[in-house]
């Protein structure tokens, strides 16, 4: 019955997306940008895909900065337009796409007030799908407690810090502790409102929290209550010390198996582990990839909106990745990007 009434005010928006999703890079395109030799040349590739003349107006040379930012921007314009169209429920939907932005945004203003910063200058280096209206009232805080209060009142994030975080708790031991609970209490939100696509995967938090001074038990709260290594897995993630102990846990979940089978270098010494991590971030990467693609084979649901918007960032990245390349001369590394189409 509620696909039956779907299109009534959404198959116009879901059609808009759609149409979005066929501008995505494919690998022709990514073959013309990896032969540019500069960065204007990068540019005139750029300007026969669906990114236009995004970059007519900057002036040369243009930095890589200025590519990732103007692209950026156009990300945040289709996004912008969905949201206006858009009403209930799928409007709130939206909204919690924005609230992972926000995290961020508000943890880089909480860093920049115990760093004694000037907050508004920190403005210019926040993510804009994460400013809120009322962002520019946390810069008038002067301390990290006037700042938990104005967070308390005046951003939609106030029920996962209230719930989560007090003011004692900000200072710089604990600042990426509370980016991560209260990220995991904003995924359990999210989780309850919807049936989502695979959150972040606890192994990632897991093996950041590798020689550090958290506590297993602490280790433990930051893993969210989803998922498919919730309950059991996530205890005994608690309890690993070594990437070789998270594979054994992952052997379980048939889905995640895969992201250790072929992965070499996973068993070395501890001076090979951020390798490992990185191989494995990688492959979450290209899951992440796969699973937002098979979005778009179903209709009358909202996730090809989250998925639009995570195929569009790992594009950005690609985006960068290359243009970073081109500008250091560094055309061996050129390939190691994650297509998607």
């Known amino acids: 019955m509620e696909a039956l009434f779907f299109n009534v005010d959404t198959g116009f928006l879901e059609g808009t997306v759609r149409g979005y999703k066929a501008g995505i890079l494919t690998q022709s395109h990514y073959a013309n940008l990896t ?17 236009g003349n995004f970059l007519a107006n900057e002036p040369l040379p243009i930095s890589t900065s200025t590519i990732t930012e103007k692209a950026t921007q156009l990300l945040v314009d289709q996004f912008n337009y969905l949201r206006t169209n858009a009403v209930e429920p799928l409007s709130k939907f939206l909204d919690y796409i924005t609230y992972a932005y926000m995290i961020d945004n508000v943890v880089l203003l909480i ?23 009322t962002m520019p009232a ?11 209060q104005s967070v308390l009142v005046e951003t939609p994030l106030a029920p996962y810090f209230r719930d989560c975080v007090s003011a004692s708790d900000l200072d710089d031991l604990n600042i990426e502790i509370i980016r991560n609970t209260v990220y995991k209490a904003y995924l359990e939100d999210f989780y309850n409102y919807c049936s989502p696509s695979d959150p972040q995967h606890p192994t990632q938090h897991n093996h950041q929290s ?37 594979r054994q846990v992952c052997e379980n979940v048939s889905e995640y ?18 390798g490992a991590a990185a191989q ?34 790992q594009e950005i990245r690609n985006i960068t990745w290359i243009a970073e390349c081109i500008a250091q001369d560094a055309r061996d590394r050129m390939q190691d990007f994650i297509p998607i189409f």
């Open 35 to 51: 032969q540019c030799e500069t960065l204007e040349d990068f540019r005139t590739q750029l300007s026969a895909t669906d990114y």
């Open 111 to 133: 860093t920049g007030t115990l760093h004694e910063r000037d907050t508004h200058e920190l403005l210019d280096r926040c993510h804009p799908l994460g400013v809120f209206d």
């Open 138 to 148: 946390l810069c008038v805080a002067t301390n990290v407690e006037e700042l938990y």
């Open 210 to 246: 590798f020689n550090t001074e958290l506590s297993k038990e602490q280790r433990a709260k930051l893993f969210p209550a989803i998922g498919r290594l919730f309950p059991e897995g996530n205890n005994q993630l608690a309890k690993a010390d070594e990437i070789d102990q998270v």
């Open 257 to 274: 198996r895969s992201f250790f089978s072929e992965a070499s270098g996973m068993n070395g010494s501890a001076g090979d582990e951020s």
């Open 280 to 313: 494995l971030e990688d492959r979450f990467f290209h899951t992440e990839v796969h699973l937002n693609k098979l979005a778009f084979l179903q209709q009358f649901q909202y996730g090809i909106f989250y998925s639009y918007m995570k195929l569009k960032e």
